[in-house]
């Protein structure tokens, strides 16, 4: 994988867990955007594995004849963890469209066939290799720059990308970097014409947040603080943030993602595909997403070969435009290659249904 810091680590080495589910009609796969570390969010890669063998999957087998959308009820005695969630619920909801010959776009209310893309940029060594990235991305055809920033290099950085791109849709990403009291700096990147900066601030945090939004002409978008409609919600009303990333799965799978859609439709607040250096299942799943109505900025659904020179599924192509394709085939519409996956699987477990 090509490396990728944010404020808060550095990936070099994509490890995630890939569910596999299997219900007698079709099966299904749901990819988890977890890491190996919790920094994000304190999810990982082995809490992940530990919370879905011994109590997602056994709680789904006993629930019996369940279908994707009865999950999140029966898996609600299980606090938080959302990520291990989405991976089950995406997995049986792609098996059950699958056996019904239906896409996962068309399922969550897809109104368009390609997805406009933006793309992130790690922080970079330094302000030139920036601009180099940034100048090679924009010759891509990509929608819109969203660069990761941190304190210390911050305004220096965006100041020089915007006078190199006077134009182009431009944002910046904290990752819950700063603090209220680094209000001076939002107020001098309010000079930069930005699109929203995003997650400046806690990673749980709402109210500081709004008082920030107040402080400053720059929309904020949430991330990190939106794990469920509900939270979206708090977060418009409280006037927390004017634009949400939603990661369907922060939020515990593409069904809980519609909601967050919808809640921010609602109350009048365009909404954009956050990714998470997903690979090809993932990515697949995000992009029937960012085909929703209110989906209205590029997201960071960019192309495969983005991150990897391989995937297990066959490359999302960028089209020079700076779209990509909505899967139409049946559920998420693709399939990994059988001899890559089993070439890059480092560990199997098999769960089955009592009896089965
Ligand atoms: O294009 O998949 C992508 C990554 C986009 O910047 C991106 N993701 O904070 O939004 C983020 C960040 C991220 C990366 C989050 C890794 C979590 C893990």
């Known amino acids: 994988m090509r490396p990728f810091r944010t404020s808060f680590a550095e990936t070099s ?50 629930a019996g004849d369940v279908e994707a959308s009865d999950l999140a009820s029966v898996f609600a005695f299980v606090r938080g963890h959302p990520m291990a969630k989405a991976t089950l619920e995406n997995a049986l909801l792609d098996a059950e469209l699958r056996a019904a010959g239906r896409s996962l776009a068309e399922r969550l209310g897809a109104v368009r066939e390609r997805v406009e893309c933006g793309v992130s940029v790690g ?31 911050d305004v220096e950085r965006v100041r020089a990308v915007r006078e190199a791109n006077p134009d182009i849709l431009l944002s910046v ?45 720059t929309d904020v978008c949430l991330d990190e603080s939106i794990r ?5 919600r708090a977060a418009i009303e409280l006037g927390a943030c004017r634009i949400v990333n939603v990661k369907q799965g922060r939020v515990g799978g593409v069904l809980e993602a519609k909601r967050v859609h919808d809640v921010a439709d609602e109350l009048g607040v365009p909404v954009w595909c956050g990714g998470m250096l997903e690979m090809g299942i ?8 960012a085909a929703l109505p209110n989906f209205r900025l590029p997201g960071d659904t960019s192309a495969t070969n983005r991150y990897f020179a391989e995937d297990l599924t066959e490359p999302l192509v960028l089209a020079s435009d700076g779209t990509l394709p909505v899967p139409s085939e049946p559920g998420i519409g693709v399939e990994p290659d059988p001899r890559r996956l089993e070439s890059a699987t480092r560990r199997v477990e098999r769960l089955l249904e009592d009896g089965a």
């Open 282 to 289: 993932g990515r697949a799943t995000n992009l029937a997403l």
């Open 13 to 62: 080495e994509k490890v995630c867990i890939l569910a596999r589910v299997e219900t007698g009609e079709a099966h299904g796969w749901g990819e988890c955007v977890a890491d190996v570390e919790p920094h994000y969010s304190e999810e990982w890669n082995d809490g992940v594995w530990a919370v879905i063998r011994d109590f997602l999957a056994p709680a789904m087998f006993a």
């Open 228 to 232: 469920s409609a509900a939270d979206a």
């Open 123 to 153: 922080i970079a060594p330094s302000t030139e290799s920036l601009l180099e990235q940034v100048g090679g991305y924009l010759a891509e055809g990509y929608r819109r720059i969203k660069l990761k920033i941190e304190p210390g290099t």
């Open 173 to 217: 990403d904290a990752n819950a970097a700063y603090r209220l009291a680094d209000v001076e700096t939002f107020r001098a990147l309010d000079a930069f014409d930005l699109l929203m900066i995003e997650q400046p601030l806690h990673h749980e945090d709402l109210w500081e947040h709004a008082l920030l939004q107040k402080e400053i002409r």
